[in-house]
Structures are given as structure tokens and as C-alpha cells.
């Protein structure tokens, strides 16, 4: 997972000039669950597919120039990225409720994880 590719990625788009912020999500697998149980590992499944009709849902809102999505699938250990995120728009009012809903909507629809003590 290369944060600075998803970057470079879309500052080379010919529509470049249209974005005035870029906001990048990069979730990491943390030592403890939310209920506060340790966690060693995560064992995470991708549903690519829902992955790609979130984002060609997302792609659509007013503003938003483009949507790029990593995820890391197996077992990873506490510290590993587990899904970068970055949302390219005009406007931060455009740009960060559609991370957010973009980022809810993979987790729910299109990612599963198992966490391991």
C-alpha cells in the first residue's frame, strides 16, 4: 500500500486542475478491539466488487474528481495498513463527508475482519 502512488496517481490526471483538496483515510490495525480486548492479528476479506460500486456511487456526488481505494487482504499483525483511502474534490464541504460515507460503506458492504487475540 503505497499512500504516495494513490497521490501521484491523481495529481497526473488531466483534471487535476478541478481539485482543490485531497484527503486521505489510512487505517492500520490497532492493538486492542473496541471493546478494549488485545488484539494480535486481523484476517481481512475484500468484496472488490462492492468496493467498485461504493466508489462508483461516491464518484458522483457534486465535486468529487476521484475516489482510489487499497485494501490489504489476509492476516495482518498490529501496525499493518488495512485500507487506504484518498477523495479527490473541489471543495471541503464536497470532500469530506464523501471519505467518510466512503469509508463507512466499505466496511460495511465490502470488507470483513476477524480479529485474533
Given at each position: 500500500m503505497?499512500?504516495?502512488?494513490l497521490?501521484?496517481?491523481?495529481?497526473?490526471?488531466?483534471d487535476?486542475?478541478?481539485v482543490?483538496?485531497?484527503?486521505?483515510?489510512?487505517?492500520?490495525?490497532?492493538?486492542?478491539?473496541r471493546?478494549g480486548s488485545?488484539?494480535?492479528?486481523?484476517?481481512?476479506?475484500?468484496?472488490?466488487?462492492?468496493?467498485?460500486?461504493v466508489?462508483?456511487?461516491q464518484?458522483?456526488?457534486?465535486?468529487?474528481?476521484e475516489?482510489?481505494?487499497?485494501v490489504n487482504?489476509?492476516?495482518?499483525k498490529?501496525?499493518?495498513d488495512?485500507l487506504?483511502?484518498?477523495v479527490?474534490?473541489d471543495i471541503?464541504?464536497?470532500?469530506i463527508?464523501?471519505?467518510?460515507?466512503?469509508?463507512?460503506l466499505?466496511?460495511?458492504?465490502?470488507t470483513?475482519k476477524i480479529?485474533h487475540?
Amino acid at each position: 500500500m503505497d499512500m504516495n502512488a494513490l497521490l501521484a496517481a491523481i495529481k497526473g490526471r488531466p483534471d487535476y486542475h478541478k481539485v482543490g483538496m485531497i484527503l486521505c483515510h489510512n487505517g492500520v490495525v490497532r492493538g486492542s478491539s473496541r471493546d478494549g480486548s488485545p488484539v494480535s492479528m486481523v484476517t481481512v476479506r475484500a468484496d472488490r466488487a462492492a468496493i467498485e460500486t461504493v466508489v462508483a456511487e461516491q464518484r458522483k456526488r457534486p465535486g468529487i474528481v476521484e475516489i482510489l481505494v487499497e485494501v490489504n487482504e489476509g492476516d495482518l499483525k498490529v501496525g499493518d495498513d488495512l485500507l487506504a483511502i484518498v477523495v479527490a474534490g473541489d471543495i471541503r464541504e464536497h470532500v469530506i463527508p464523501v471519505l467518510t460515507d466512503t469509508l463507512n460503506l466499505i466496511k460495511a458492504r465490502g470488507t470483513k475482519k476477524i480479529e485474533h487475540g
